[in-house]
């Protein structure tokens, strides 16, 4: 009897854990709301559902080595990991998948997404932050001639640039190619300095043009020369023909001067005075002046040296420069601490809100790249879940009317053990957040034909035993004894399976290997000790039967 007490004691305490566990309680979760991303107090139950059972985005990354060669891919595929995983956190998706897949891809699932593009960007963004002064030497343009002089020799001069420089060699010189008012005359004090730029006719010389205003070290380019150009500043000869110490960096967004879009060519000091690597917050802002920003904060050594740094270049342009592409090049007015700010230019307040989330997660430590990407409708996981459902309902309805039909009153015990199964293998679910995938159903699915499996081996020995002439409390006792060899052996072998392939398997793979898994260790308690409780219970109730149904 005191067997019995603790049994069903026992039996009570699951069934609560697992209700509890399967409780749906409030949770304050991010949403998207009338293009604002802005936070929501939710019912839910804590029972998740898969990429495939929502709908939703599948994205696979790989390392870029066409950006150069990574020494240890798999050491740095696992900090990637980590900030990839703490940027789609930061994103507000909803039970999200971000997992490594062998040594050189990362597998990213994002269940319930509605712009895929804008999550695309926010992964693979490097976030590089640097802060670099600009050239104030006139380097590049003491270089020009030298520059255009190298494409010549080397025959790299396109047949369009050596032609509109031979047609507009006259009118066109680096100085005067977008001056206009004031900036004309401030480019002709500078021109008196480049006498070697105006004598050139290359693309450089016509092509590249100081910035109103004559900012140091900030050319412009007709948008439609930016890619030539670009072509130019990537080939070896010109990268070694470069002013030592220092950089060229495009600028992010362009500017409309009459009828054509220009963009800022920036020339750098090569040492940035400081990295985005103390950077500790950002926060998107908009401001009447300056429109969009972003606000970061710096830890204090870094502010220590953001202070020092900003306060030997007073009244020097300082470029803002993220994934190499400088966003600003604001005047330093006097010296900054630990908090400063990113201009956005024409950007919206989500490219400042995706840019702050970036920066708060961290840089990349390698590039990536997207490998493969599927989006998958929501409509076809709700299609996907009914048709699981249906499967599972007509699975279970053939299973209780076999187990009554064949087994009379112990199947209806196996049903009643069934129902327990059914309970803790979603709890178990919901108590170790995995997630319901479609494979996940039927592994669910699978689990009820072990569980009754279970029941049917140990029905089957009882019978043998009664056919053997014993007593109904010792055929039972010995059907659960000998059955549970063969009960644990087909466990034993299924779970050894299902980590295989939990271990190796993918997304889905996966979730069908966990489901599987809590299944096999709801059987052993729900089908094995549950439905012996309930014939103890039966037995305790019915002192000195002589027949049992079975």
Known sequence: MTNLKYRLITIALLILASVWALYPRTVVERVKRNG?????????????????????????????????????????LDRALTVVRTRIDEFGVAEPVVQKIGNDRIA??????????????????????????????????????RLDAILKEKGIVAKTSGAAAAAGASKSALPNLFAAGDSAKNLAKDSTKADSAKSSDGP?????AKAPGGDPGMYMVAESDREEIDSYLQHPDIKAALPPGKQLKWGADTIVAGQKAYRGLYVLDARPIITGEYLTDAKPNTVPVEGT????????????????ETGKHVRDYMAIVLDDRVMSAPIIQSAIGTRGQITMGGSGLQAAQDLALVLRAGALPVPLKVADTRTIGASLGQDSINKGMLAGLVAIALVCVIMVVYYRFSGLMALGGLV???????????????????????????????????????????????????????????????????IIDTNVSTALTALVLYQYGTGPVKGFAVTLIAGLVSTLVACVFSVRTFYLVWLNRNRGVESLSI
């Open 36 to 76: 604002q991303f802005v936070f929501d107090t939710v019912q839910r139950v804590p029972l998740k559902l898969g990429l495939d059972l929502q709908g939703g985005m599948h994205l696979t990354l790989e390392v870029d080595e066409s950006k150069g060669t990574i020494t240890n891919k798999a050491e740095a």
């Open 108 to 145: 990213v699932e994002l269940p319930g997404i509605d712009d895929p593009q804008r999550a695309t960007e926010v992964v693979q963004k490097s976030a590089y932050l640097q802060f670099q002064i600009t050239d104030k030497t006139q380097a590049f343009e003491k270089s020009v001639a």
């Open 204 to 208: 450089f010389a016509t092509k590249v």
């Open 293 to 308: 920003i972003v606000e970061f904060q710096l830890n204090n050594e870094g502010g220590r040296r953001f202070k020092s």
């Open 420 to 486: 327990l199964y059914v309970l803790y293998t979603l709890a178990a679910l919901a108590g170790f957040h995995a997630t319901l995938t479609l494979p996940g159903l039927a592994g669910f699915v699978l689990g009820i034909g072990i569980a009754v499996d279970a029941n049917v081996l140990i029905f089957e020995r009882i019978r043998e035993e009664l056919d053997h002439g014993k007593s109904v409390r010792t055929a039972i006792e010995e059907g659960f004894k000998h059955a549970m060899t063969a």
